[in-house]
């Protein structure tokens, strides 16, 4: 059996510099024959390199599955480039910046002369640092690029600052947990980021870890103050009648240094909180304190530290929302010497997002068959990718499988040997309700 | 029946077409290298000429409109009309499309696919009209045997172009999905698509009415008639498909199973043209021959473990089957007429 060739899928909106990391791809001395198959005749073809003009002619199955959408012209030109003696060693597909890049997949799930020779490597989505917030707030294309990708090169960063690249960047994560996600400047990825990917490969899909966001934070903000005795922490009404917060030391006065502590203090939140009556003092340390902000029109709170030093305050709301303010022993404002906002995920309701479910023990597996069969018919125009690794009642190995839209391939992966029995699945999509899945796989469990 | 005598090369080129031309002396083979290799059928031992068109591949190939000539699609654009002693002229040159669909009629016409277009030659090679507004790239074309019309496949079903020198609006036939492969049976009564979707689609063009034929095991990558016109040919299964169409009418989807299965998939069949009987080539090489009488037989030609074959041609008259595989082995039967007729009739 021949070896297959594996097929990389380039997306990206127009600009977002696709063109520039194809030229990256095929001027680099990597010695590999590279057919490129793209919407419109470049100047870039070099040497032992073909550049093949697509009209990316998509055309509906007759299985009256509205989402079972292929592209017939890549099966023809594949089938072409099968015909040639001197095979290529890579194909690369790139599309045009408006396409969806699920016909593309679906090729290579649907056409068995396709499957039989080529192997889908993985689809790459370019994403304009500086444009692609306004891109994904009006596009159901952008959003499906972002949503089919196995990587996200973040291009351009040098254009935006840091922040607007970390906001960027949450806001993919939250769209695709799947993916790897790299900041680029001039589309300059190295090739290993971006050729064998294996992000349709079922032997790969068994570290199936998907990056999900961290946990939303119990706190909405972090401020640093240099302290040193007593401070007062000035409140006035805001949208909620007490609001939780902490205090605790911090060795720098960064957002950096800020996210570490976030870290650190995160999981007090869930341990019983103290009340503090306004006038209280609010010392750093392990207890979450409630602050009562009601009954009067201002509400002071004092800050006292034994040591001088730099001391993070962590707020369940913004300090502006209770036009707060800090004034240190003799009634100065004090200054923050850093501050950050956590969380801002909900700025965007992205109805795209990913939607991860864990569960312990064995899966029947004809009622798991029902189960996802329904749902792909119910659903299937909505998922984007989804992923799977699934511990099945009777069977010694774990199941695998890998899907886009309604089509999917699975197979037997590693024994379970000793390792405990637990399910893990992914679903890239849209307007995914999780409870419900969770609801479902959990029906599926083994009596 | 031992009745033949077979000549076989190797070459470094996976075949990509094999056809002979109309006046069945020469037989061409077409390759991933770009070369198309002639063999003089009435040589006692033939031996391959080489013109050497592109340095890719060969796309398709067809016999030419007249006797000794090949028509040969290269995948630089350009098409070729190969005559069989004295080498290829360039006929056209696509500037955007890949010449991959090649079609003619001894009537004089020949059809080039050029994306969504299809270019109709008249013999001496001059454009005598575009075909267009097709709604995806040609998939399939193929002359009725009159040379009156010219059927063309495409995304949702086929166009039927009247080669009047009007090459008014084309009759539409209408299906949902991806249409390829295209043939006409022999009486221009019905016209039959291989589709994406691993079924045949055919059409009756007297009724109106059209009808799924299939599903098979695999997509179809060759369709063809019996000499007869009786039967509808297909591969994509394990052994080779048939449809009857002998009493005029749509035939139910299940096809017959001509013949006893294998464990391997019928990659291209290839009907006889004189005789009822087909010859079928398997994805792991071997080859074989089916009798279409009432009660088939299979007479197996090759056996060897192999790559699938890549294509197959009879002779005008019947009597030599040539074909290849992706490995670039080529091979050329000549029958004895006798022992051929007695496996067509099962005797």
């Not at chain 2, 016209?191 to 063009?205: G, N, P, Y």
């Amino acid at each position: 059996m021949a070896q297959t060739i594996p097929v990389t899928v380039l997306t990206g909106f127009l600009g977002s510099g696709k063109t520039t990391l194809l030229n990256r791809i095929l001027t680099e001395n990597h010695g590999q024959r590279i057919a490129v198959i793209e919407n419109e005749f470049g100047e870039i073809g070099v040497d032992q390199d073909l550049v093949i003009n697509a009209d990316e002619e998509v055309f509906e199955m007759n299985n009256g599955c509205i989402c079972c959408t292929v592209r017939g012209d890549l099966i023809r030109i594949l089938g072409n480039l099968m015909k040639r003696r001197d095979k290529f060693d890579r194909i690369l597909v790139e599309t045009t910046g408006l396409a969806d890049p699920g016909p593309v997949a679906q090729t290579f799930f649907v056409d068995d002369d396709t499957r039989e020779s080529f192997d889908l490597d993985g689809v790459i989505t370019m994403v304009d640092a500086k444009h692609a917030e306004l891109h994904l707030d009006d596009s159901d294309e952008a959003m499906a690029q972002i949503a089919f990708a196995d990587v996200l090169l973040i291009n351009k960063i040098d254009l935006v600052d840091a922040e607007a690249v970390d906001t960027l960047e949450r806001r993919l994560r939250s769209m695709n947990a799947m993916a790897r996600i790299e900041r680029v400047r001039m589309a300059d990825a190295p090739m290993e980021q971006v050729l064998d990917v294996g992000g349709f490969d079922l032997r790969r899909a068994l570290d199936l870890k998907p990056g999900f966001l961290e946990p939303e934070y119990p706190f909405e903000w972090g401020g640093v103050l240099q302290l040193d005795g007593k401070a007062t922490f000035r409140l006035r009404n805001g949208p909620d009648p007490a609001m939780s917060a902490v205090l605790e030391p911090i060795c720098a006065a960064t957002p950096e240094a800020l996210k570490e502590t976030a870290e650190r203090v995160f999981t007090r939140f869930s341990a019983p909180a103290e009340m503090l009556q306004p006038g209280a003092t609010f010392p750093p340390g392990e207890t979450v304190r409630t602050l009562a902000l009601t009954g009067a029109d201002r509400y002071d709170f004092t800050l006292a530290v034994d040591r001088p030093g730099l001391y993070a305050l962590f707020t369940e709301h913004l300090p502006e929302e209770f036009d707060a303010g800090f004034f240190d022993a003799a009634g100065a404002k004090m200054d923050l010497a850093a501050e950050h906002v956590f969380n801002p995920e909900h700025e965007h309701d992205d109805t795209v997002r990913s939607v991860a479910l864990e569960l312990d023990g064995a899966l029947d597996g004809s009622a798991l068959n029902a189960w996802l069969s329904r749902l792909l018919q119910t659903q299937g125009p909505d998922i984007f990718r989804m992923k799977g690794i699934l511990a099945i009642e009777g069977e010694d190995r774990q199941f695998v499988f890998q899907g886009v839209h309604m089509l999917f391939d699975g197979q037997p992966g590693d024994p379970w040997g000793d390792r405990r029995r637990s399910s893990r699945l992914v679903f890239i999509g849209r307007d995914l309700d999780e409870v419900e899945l969770e609801r479902g796989l959990r029906a599926c469990l083994a009596a | 029946m031992n009745g033949f005598r077979l000549d076989h090369w190797v070459v470094d080129a996976p075949l990509t077409g094999v056809c002979v031309e109309r006046g069945g002396r020469y037989a061409a083979f077409a390759g991933g290298d770009g070369c198309v290799r002639i063999a003089d059928l009435r040589e006692r031992e033939p031996s391959l000429s080489a013109w050497s068109l592109t340095r890719g591949a060969v796309l398709a190939l067809a016999p030419d409109c007249r006797e000794r000539g090949f028509l040969c699609g290269a995948d630089d654009g350009a098409v070729y009309r190969v005559h069989a002693t004295d080498g290829p002229g360039e006929l056209v040159r696509l500037a955007r499309y890949w010449p991959d669909r090649l079609a003619s009629h001894p009537c004089g016409l020949s059809a080039v696919s050029d994306g969504v277009r299809v270019r109709l030659l008249d013999a001496g090679g001059r454009e005598v009209a575009e075909l267009g507004g097709h709604p995806s790239t040609v998939a399939g074309l193929a002359f009725d045997s009159s040379g009156r019309r010219l059927a063309v496949s495409h995304y949702n079903g086929a166009s039927l172009w009247s080669l009047n020198g009007q090459h008014s609006a084309p009759q539409r036939l209408h299906h949902r999905g991806s249409h390829l492969d295209l043939s006409w049976s022999r009486d221009e009564r019905f016209v039959v698509t291989a589709t994406q979707e691993k079924t045949l689609h055919a059409w009756d063009l007297v009724s109106g009415q059209d009808a799924s034929l299939g599903p098979c095991i695999n997509k179809v990558k060759s369709i063809g008639w019996s000499a007869d016109g009786t039967w509808l040919l297909a591969s994509g299964a394990d052994t080779v498909s048939g449809w009857p169409f002998s009493d005029g009418r749509l035939p139910s989807p299940a096809p017959r199973m001509l013949g006893r299965y294998s464990e391997h998939l019928v990659a291209r069949v290839c009907a006889n043209p004189r005789l009822a009987l087909a010859a079928a080539g398997y994805n792991d090489g071997g080859l074989e021959l089916v009798s279409l009488a009432p009660r088939p037989r299979r007479r197996s030609l090759a056996a060897r473990p192999g790559s699938p074959v890549a294509d197959l041609a009879w002779s005008p008259e019947g009597n030599c089957l040539l074909g290849g595989d992706s490995d670039g082995r080529l091979f050329a039967y000549r029958f004895d007429t006798d022992s051929l007729a007695r496996l067509a009739r099962a005797d």
